[in-house]
């Protein structure tokens, strides 16, 4: 009865693309992002300029932080931002490798999609060679622990190779160790490592090397009287979370005055409470104050006059941390301060930082938060420097915590490689494709470390196969000189959980995507506006299927 009568499923301007076509395109977009990347991997990776659309630049090689600055469109090209979000949370490190890993796998699946392997069975593959990966993974890696330094400043420089730090990577390495190491705790569940006890402190100026870890607290404040000392030495320090002001009223209230004599005493009896709470600090033998919120002009002068050091308005975040580096209690009530709620730190001290005032309170014993002051020339290098920093902190931390690490330049990749290979004869079936195909996705690693370095990137793959057929586990590529090397005694390692990380993460993401074989975008919905064909946006370069990134 409705021959020729079209039936309207969908709400009008809503596109849809389905079957191979949004597969090819989801794939497509995934990749561009990969290859986006890509070439910044490895020590002889190369850095990226990003300008917003404010006009600020972004200078770096750090793939979490080049992904977050690009203006994504295709929903597929998010899954991959997310991918190197998440490793940057778990890891701080390997967001390019989880990312390019990705891009690879995808590019795989859609070879043998073009053979006509099932997604569902390509998936199936996938699993199964990301869980006998983390085994080989897993099987591998070395122990290491609290007393390990040596191991630990390895890890450190590792991350920070091929970025802006790594010509200093050896003096920022070891602020990273020292960094971790104040504030680790051993518990009985094992090592815990709260970074958010680490204070980092920028200040343009200066070289690299004036960066320094500071086993105390620094603040970015100055005292709140001229004529309060500019140093204490054997500070006892007051943490207080209330105002040394007079309190307002919490009900509207008149005060009426007749003659000057009742407004003398009103001032009079305001300085007396005033004095009073000086007297309090005073009476608890403290010699320096750190308020959480604001200090009277007339309180300010009476601690001048009992000559302790004063700050107001600190964050609470500061406050948190000052605690844990001194010692002190943090007092809501100044009725309930006590002489043992003072921290202890050996000096208190006002320095001039690239022209302005802060506060180093130092010489704490065994603090269990501490600081770091980065300096460099330019804004752009210090930001480099913290995200290479961050790096570092981030990759000790996880090996103490995990007490596991890998060889790094492709050696364990390789070895994942060689293993599956062997695997996928024993599983039979169209997964072994898969599996192959996941072997051969891995090769991605040392392939872009050469292609990056100017090596050639087939000869490389030759001589690491070789190497791992002989038995040498931690064969990799040494980028400086284009030979097979221990990776080991190169000093290349890594933490377990940043390799067992990208792999798990590459693997979800690429399953979830060749999952979807339909593309439903109503206008204006989903990123992905209409317009242009299957309602994805134009703009892409040749070859990526029309889609923008």
């Known amino acids: 009865m409705l021959t020729g009568q079209p039936i309207l499923v969908l709400k009008e301007g809503t596109t849809r693309e389905s079957g191979r076509g949004a597969q090819s395109k989801n794939i497509a977009a995934a990749r561009a992002i990969a290859d986006a990347v890509r070439s910044t991997l490895g020590p002889k990776g190369m850095d990226k300029m990003l300008v917003d659309s404010m006009g600020d630049v972004v200078i770096t090689n750090d793939g979490v932080t080049i992904l977050k600055e690009i203006d994504v469109e295709h929903p597929a090209a998010k899954m991959l931002i997310e991918v190197a979000k998440t490793q940057d949370e778990e890891c701080g490190d390997g967001t390019t490798t989880a990312v390019i890993l990705t891009g690879e796998l995808l590019r795989q699946a859609e070879l043998l999609i073009e053979q006509d392997v099932h997604p569902t069975t390509i998936t199936q593959g996938f699993r199964l060679a990301a869980d006998r990966a983390i085994e080989v993974m897993d099987s591998v890696a070395r122990d290491v622990t609290l007393g390990d330094r040596r191991m630990l400043r390895k890890i450190a420089e590792t991350s920070m190779t091929g970025k802006a730090a790594g010509p200093l990577k050896n003096h920022l390495g070891q602020i990273a160790v020292d960094g971790v190491l104040a504030i680790a705790e051993e518990r009985p569940s094992g090592v815990q490592v709260d970074l958010d006890n680490i204070k980092v402190e920028k200040k343009q100026g200066g070289n690299i090397k004036d960066s320094a870890l500071i086993e105390g607290i620094i603040l970015d404040k100055e005292r709140v009287h001229s004529g309060m000392p500019s140093f204490i030495k054997g500070a006892k320090i007051a943490l207080i979370n209330s105002a040394l002001e007079i309190k307002k009223t919490e009900v509207d209230a008149k005060i009426q005055i007749n003659d000057p004599s009742m407004m003398n005493a009103f001032l009079a009896e305001e300085e007396r409470m005033l004095k009073d709470m000086v007297d309090k600090v005073k009476k608890a033998k403290a010699n320096v104050v750190i308020c959480q919120k604001g200090i009277d002009d007339v309180a300010q002068h009476f601690l001048a006059k009992n000559g302790v050091f004063a700050i107001r308005r600190a964050k609470k975040s500061d406050m948190e941390k000052l605690s844990r580096a001194t010692g002190a209690r943090i007092v809501t009530n100044l009725e309930d301060l006590t002489a043992e709620d003072l921290g202890k730190a050996k000096l208190v001290e006002e320095r001039k930082v690239a022209g302005d005032d802060m506060t180093f309170v130092t010489g704490c014993r065994n603090p269990k ?127 377990l959980r940043v390799g067992t990380q990208a792999i798990t993460s590459a693997t979800e993401s690429s399953v979830m995507i060749l999952r979807i074989d339909d593309v439903i975008a109503s206008r204006g919905g989903g990123g992905m506006p209409g317009g242009a064909p299957g309602g994805m946006p134009g703009g892409m370069p040749p070859g990526y299927g029309g889609e923008d990134f």
């Open 369 to 495: 938060a501490v600081s770091i002051l980065i300096r460099g020339g330019t804004e752009h290098v210090i930001d480099e420097i913290d995200r290479a920093l961050n790096d570092g902190l981030h990759v000790v931390a996880v090996a103490l915590e995990d007490g596991k690490v890998i060889a790094g330049g492709g050696s364990t990749a390789m070895e994942i490689v060689e293993n599956l290979r062997d695997y996928a004869a024993s599983v039979g079936g169209r997964e072994q494709m898969a599996i192959e195909a996941f072997a051969s996705a891995l090769e991605i690693v040392p392939r872009t470390l050469a292609e990056n370095a100017g090596i050639d990137a087939i000869d490389t793959l030759i001589k690491i196969r070789t190497a791992h057929k002989d038995g040498k586990v931690s064969a990799g590529l040494n980028v400086y000189n284009g030979r097979i090397e221990d990776m080991v005694k190169n000093n290349v390692v890594e933490p």
